[in-house]
């Protein structure tokens, strides 16, 4: 079994930042992809960014050169910096790591409860 706990949501101004934090913990033999989403309310969930074990990044058009997705390989963690944050990114966000609980065994998906994020106009 793995648990994600995510952590840094809040309300804040436009203009303003935020740092979500991401921890997993468990069965966990290794991770591989590690991601953010979010979900805004009426909405479907959608996919902010992403981050290899390597280290290579990939984001949504909507959040590129606002927002910045890193991960520490040996906490098990994954962090998601906001800046300039717009009342359009009001949603809960949502960790999600791609996890190897055995030596020979597949991956699969685990998700945190989700964290709320609220800006202001």
């Known amino acids: 079994q793995v648990q994600l706990e995510e952590s840094g949501g809040g309300l804040v101004q436009a203009g303003g930042s935020l740092r979500l934090s991401c921890a997993a913990s468990g069965r966990i033999f290794s991770i591989r992809n590690m991601a953010w989403y979010r979900q805004a309310p009426g909405k479907q969930r959608e996919l902010v960014a992403t981050?290899?074990?390597?280290?290579?990044?990939n984001y949504a058009d909507s959040v590129k050169g606002r927002f910045t997705i890193s991960r520490d390989n040996a906490k098990n963690a994954v962090y998601l910096q906001m800046n300039s944050l717009k009342p359009e990114d009001t949603s809960v966000y949502y960790c999600?790591?791609?996890?190897?609980?055995?030596?020979?065994?597949?991956?699969?998906?685990?998700w945190g409860q989700g964290t709320l994020v609220n800006v202001s106009s």
């Open positions: 981050i290899t074990t390597g280290g290579s990044t």
């Open positions: 999600n790591a791609d996890v190897v609980s055995t030596f020979y065994g597949p991956s699969a998906a685990a």
